[in-house]
């Protein structure tokens, strides 16, 4: 499944493309993470879905919420975003 726009819980995104890598199709890098982005919060859910195998509705709200409500401020890029978020969902289990 992939996660849309419509999904999401929260409306507070701004959805601006970033010029160096409007795409988001690549992994994650070292390009700064916005939180409040939409276009890079989903991007961040489906690589992660993709990257466990599996991805539905209320998993990607749950990634959402930990974005939105856990993620710790020294998480500056896509890649620390990524492996920060793949520790916290498996060790929770879900």
Do not use: C
Not at 6 to 32: C, V
Not at 66 to 82: D, R, Y
């Amino acid at each position: 499944m992939k996660f849309l726009k419509e999904h999401l819980q929260s409306s507070h995104y701004s959805w601006e493309t970033i010029s160096s890598h409007s795409a988001f199709t690549s992994e994650p890098d070292r390009r700064s993470f916005d939180r409040f982005n939409g276009n890079q919060v989903l991007f961040i859910i489906n690589y992660l879905g993709s990257s466990l195998g599996r991805l539905t509705l209320s998993h990607g709200q749950k990634i959402e919420e930990l974005i939105s409500t856990q993620l710790p401020q020294h998480t500056k890029s896509e890649l620390s975003v990524f492996n920060w978020l793949r520790g916290v969902y498996l060790y929770y289990g879900n």
